[in-house]
Antibody
Framework: EAQLVESGGGLVQPGGSLRLSCAASGFTFSSYTMNWVRQAPGKGLEWVSYIGSSSTIIYYADSVKGRFTISRDNAKNSLYLQMNSLRDEDTAVYYC????????????WGQGTLVTVSS | QSALTQPASVSGSPGQSITISCTGT?????????VSWYQQHPGKAPKLIIY???NRPSGVSNRFSGSKSGYTASLTISGLQAEDEADYYCSSYTSTVVFGGGTKLTVL
């Protein structure tokens, strides 16, 4: 069974930085494209970033472009999100999410890690 | 990257059927058959219940069904049960993913 476990969330001041990690297990991580999706408190889901299986294709939401950097280490079965210049509106639970290889949808989600941006 | 439009809330009684709509544009739902639906219970991660407009992943109840017409996708839940009470999100997958704003389903 696939498993995704996020870590690295916490409280950070506006303008600060944070690096999220996602440890993958139970599947061949290097064969899957991955995403970060976030959910502000009481709000809906917002797609944040996408990375191809070999890191050659990367996309960002306009709201984070230029501030966030997605990366992965297939040897360590890990996905990362480097978040810089954080703003109050970045406060959210951040989910690591795997794309299905059989169809166009996210088929596995982690439990999420909470990032709170506040002074 | 505008969000897809869903009703904020719907409700139904046990045993009834409800339908949640999801409206987009020609750039997402109208131009793609890659529409999916997710169920999210409070404090939990989302769960995929429909992919490619109308297909169910293994293990998802056949009480959940999906369809699409033009720029609007729909999720129908038949034989409502108490455990169906949750938030539901539609999604369209083009080169990136766009989600709907979410619909809170209340089982009366």
């Amino acid at each position: 069974e696939a498993q995704l476990v996020e870590s690295g969330g916490g409280l950070v001041q506006p303008g600060g930085s944070l690096r999220l990690s996602c440890a993958a297990s139970g599947f061949t991580f290097s064969s899957y494209t991955m995403n970060w999706v976030r959910q502000a408190p009481g709000k809906g889901l917002e797609w944040v970033s996408y990375i191809g299986s070999s890191s050659t294709i990367i996309y960002y939401a306009d709201s984070v472009k230029g501030r966030f950097t997605i990366s992965r280490d297939n040897a360590k079965n890990s996905l990362y999100l480097q978040m810089n210049s954080l703003r109050d509106e970045d406060t959210a639970v951040y989910y690591c999410a795997r794309d299905s290889r059989s169809y166009y949808a996210v088929d596995y989600w982690g439990q999420g890690t909470l990032v709170t941006v506040s002074s | 990257q505008s969000a897809l439009t869903q009703p904020a809330s719907v409700s139904g009684s046990p045993g009834q059927s409800i339908t949640i709509s999801c409206t987009g544009t020609s750039s997402d739902i109208g131009g793609s058959n890659y529409v999916s639906w997710y169920q999210q219970h409070p404090g939990k991660a989302p769960k995929l219940i429909i992919y490619d407009v109308s297909n169910r992943p293994s293990g998802v109840s056949n009480r959940f069904s999906g369809s699409k017409s033009g720029y609007t996708a729909s999720l129908t839940i038949s034989g409502l049960q108490a455990e169906d009470e949750a938030d539901y999100y539609c999604s369209s997958y083009t080169s990136t993913v766009v989600f709907g704003g979410g619909t809170k389903l209340t089982v009366l």
